[in-house]
């Protein structure tokens, strides 16, 4: 009902920026909330950054100062702006969304098929 489709992940050197995006489409009531996650190799998948339907946001404290997430209502799309990349920050980033579908008036969980963030250093 609810389809994520994520876009620009690549490959970057460290110091390097790219910026991600996640379009929302379907059966959308209202988005209450869209995030993005990752999960690098061997560990557990951990929240990057957050903004809430009011527009608030939360950051991760390893990406503060150098990731922007921000919106576009209109287009239900998220962006991640990610500045001084470093190879650390290697993941598949995933995008998540809290959304209320209009069939049911349900909350529910939504998540991307990931995008491959590689940083060389």
């Known amino acids: 009902q609810v389809q994520l489709v994520e876009s620009g992940g690549g490959l970057v050197q460290a110091g390097g920026s790219l910026r991600l995006s996640c379009a929302a489409s379907g059966s959308i009531f209202r988005i209450n909330a869209m995030g993005w996650y990752r999960q690098a190799p061997g560990k557990q998948r951990e929240l990057v950054a957050s903004i809430m339907y009011d527009g608030s946001t939360n950051y991760a404290d390893s990406v503060k100062g150098r990731f922007t997430i921000s919106r576009d209502g209109a287009k239900n799309t998220v962006y991640l702006q990610m500045n001084s990349l470093k190879p650390e920050d290697t993941a598949v980033y995933y995008c998540?969304?809290?959304?209320?579908?209009?069939?049911?008036?349900?909350?529910?969980?939504?998540w991307g098929q990931g995008t491959q963030v590689t940083v060389s250093s």
């Open positions: 998540n969304a809290a959304v209320i579908t209009y069939n049911d008036y349900a909350l529910r969980d939504c």
